[in-house]
């Protein structure tokens, strides 16, 4: 079956542009995850959705980072104002249970933003 | 808090060799651990877990890992390298009560010589 797909792949901004990036998760998986990955870094936690219920958005940099899932399914991170410290790989993954649960998460390619 | 130490950045093998890379980790309570690889371009691919049970978990091509509740380590392991292995590698961890996020390491870059 198809894994998790993200688009766009690369993504290059001016600064101060807004942008969104996709995510669609695999089918029938109730837990959507963000994270940000830096050059040389692990990726680190910006929210996580229970089917359309975001339930934690402690990982989010700033009120510029905004995310909705308003269907269960489909899920968009938007960056406004995009600044050159948002360049990052943006990760998406998806888990069959809740987040308290031990599955494994199953992540997409990534987008790669990098601001100029 | 909870946190992952991968103390080394890289780490060299010659293709047939035994390979080690180090995961420590801390964590409130016991923990959910995991390893996943990367490869260039693309996501992280899930390779292994420790929930419960055996401290030997053996996941995919060939990898397995040692749970060391005394150490808080979790080592990832392979009797025999492939160049194919050469990747990234992170270790990962959350807490088993309640709620916790994933938790990654920085990372460790295997490379595997001919």
């Known amino acids: 079956g198809a894994g998790v797909s993200q688009s766009p792949r690369y993504k290059v901004a001016k600064r101060g542009q807004d942008v969104a990036l996709r995510c669609d998760p695999i089918?029938?998986?109730?837990?959507l995850f963000w994270y940000q990955q830096a050059l040389g870094q692990g990726p680190e936690f910006l929210t996580y959705?229970?089917?359309?219920?975001?339930?934690?958005k402690s990982g989010l940099p700033s009120d510029r980072f905004f995310a909705e899932r308003p269907e269960g399914s489909v899920s968009t991170l938007k960056i406004q104002r995009t600044q050159q410290e948002d360049s990052a790989v943006y990760l998406c993954?998806?888990?069959?249970?809740?987040?308290?649960?031990?599955?494994?998460?199953?992540f997409g390619p990534g987008t790669r933003l990098t601001v100029t | 808090a909870q946190s992952v130490a991968q103390p080394e950045d890289q780490v060299n093998v010659a293709e047939g060799n035994p390979l080690t890379v180090k995961c420590t980790y801390s964590?409130?309570?016991?923990?959910?651990l995991f390893w996943y690889v990367q490869y260039p371009n693309r996501g992280l691919q899930f390779l292994l877990k420790?929930?419960?049970?055996?401290?030997l978990v053996k996941g995919s091509y060939g990898f397995e890992a040692e749970f060391n509740k005394s150490q808080t380590s979790f080592h990832l392991k392979k009797p025999s390298a492939l160049v194919s292995d050469s990747a990234l590698y992170f270790c990962?961890?959350?807490?088993?009560?309640?709620?916790?996020?994933?938790?990654f390491g920085k990372g460790t870059m295997l490379l595997v010589s001919p």
């Open positions: 959705f229970q089917n359309e219920a975001q339930l934690d």
């Open positions: 964590v409130s309570g016991n923990p959910y």
């Open positions: 089918s029938g998986h109730v837990s």
């Open positions: 420790y929930i419960t049970g055996d401290n």
């Open positions: 993954a998806s888990s069959v249970l809740d987040r308290g649960s031990s599955y494994e998460q199953y």
């Open positions: 990962a961890v959350r807490g088993n009560s309640g709620y916790s996020t994933l938790t």
